[in-house]
Structures are given as C-alpha cells and as structure tokens.
C-alpha cells in the first residue's frame, strides 16, 4: 500500500469513526418512549435556567428578543430585553398567577403570562406552552398529535392553535436538551434559540 492510500485509509477511519460517534449520543428510542423518560427527567429536576432568542414575524413585519429564564419547580421568572431600542421586562408565572412589570407597561397582574407579555411586548408569544416546549415536553393534555424522528426523539406536535417543530437539539451532560424550536399559528411564527442551559437536580 502505497503512502497517499495509507494516509486515505486513515482519514477514511477516523470519518467513520466520528459518525459512530456523534450516532452514539442519539440513542435509539421506542416510538413515544421519549415523553416519558423526559418527564422523569424533570421529575428530579427542581431548578433548572436557560437563555437565549426569540425570533418573531407576523409574515410582514419581524422581531427579536433576548431572554433568560429561571424556573423553581412550577414558578417561572422570565426576563426578556429588545436587541435594540434596551427596552426590558421581568415576567413571574405559575399555576392560575402571572405578574409582569417593565418598560412602558408598569406592573400587570393576570392568570396567564400570555396576555401580559403580548401586551407588554405587540405580539403573541405562547409563553406557557413554551415552559414545557423548551423542555421537550407537550402538556399532558395536548398529546394527540406528537410526531417523532427516526431515532425516537420528539421532532413535532401541534397544540392548538400551534404546530411546534423541534428542530434542533444540543447534549447537556447525558441529557438532549431542545436547541431550536419553532411555533406557528398563521400567520405568526416564533422562533426559539435556545443556548447556556443549566439542569439542577433538586
């Protein structure tokens, strides 16, 4: 063998084993299988935080918000800013409460974050449904249409009005964690970017 397809061999070697690789982290799973491992995971899960960006358009018009979000078991505080204009609000929700203050807006009080932070912020962003979502979880109630890929993670559902689309994950220690996810309800859409996750175990 000469030295040109020794050195091909090897490069074709260590390609191979990097797919094996990266294929190893996406275990396989049965179909549906992922819901539940994913709800036990957070069953010993108390604390848990993640930032990242929210894309928004309507079809004509587009935005963007960055955001931080720290959840003690049900209580969530979400912090969300404008990229540009510095324009920010700090939003607490739970069972049945939902209390938000920031700019332009004051102080608001509610029984669900959604119309708070629509009213805050122009737009409809499914907040709540967003708590589990980001998690790779759909709420208990809404698990009618789930779709999963090849491997057994969860790539789709739709939780009137929304279709969801998981469409990236990334590895948190042992753990997939959403890495992007998209929601429309025509005609608007978000567009979650999700990145720093921190999982705390309670």
């Known amino acids: ?12 070697g260590t390609v191979v084993l990097a797919m094996v690789t990266g294929c190893a982290v996406r275990e396989q799973r049965p179909a549906g299988a992922w819901l539940e491992e994913r709800e036990q995971l957070f069953d010993g899960i108390d604390h848990w935080s993640v930032s990242g960006r929210v894309a928004l358009s309507d079809g004509q018009r587009g935005g963007s918000l960055g955001f931080e979000w720290l959840a003690r ?36 009080r509610g ?22 979502w980001i998690r790779g979880l759909i709420p208990p109630d809404q698990r009618h249409d789930v779709h999963y ?26 753990v997939l964690m959403p890495a992007r996810v998209q929601a429309d309800s025509e005609p608007y859409r978000v567009r979650v970017v999700l990145r720093d996750w921190n999982l705390t175990g309670g």
Do not use: K, N
């Open 73 to 108: 078991g049900d209580q969530h505080e979400v912090r969300l800013r404008t990229l540009a204009g510095g324009r920010q609000w700090r939003l607490e929700f739970g069972p049945g409460h939902a209390f938000l203050e920031g700019s332009e807006v004051g102080q608001m």
């Open 111 to 132: 029984r669900d974050p959604d119309p708070l932070v629509e009213a805050a912020v122009g737009w409809p962003i499914p907040v709540a449904e967003l708590a589990w």
């Open 1 to 12: 063998m000469t030295a040109p397809q020794r050195a091909a061999c090897i490069l074709l």
């Open 149 to 174: 890929a090849d491997d057994g993670t969860l790539a789709a559902a739709v939780t009137e009005p929304w279709a969801i689309e998981f469409q990236r994950f990334s590895q948190v220690g042992s």
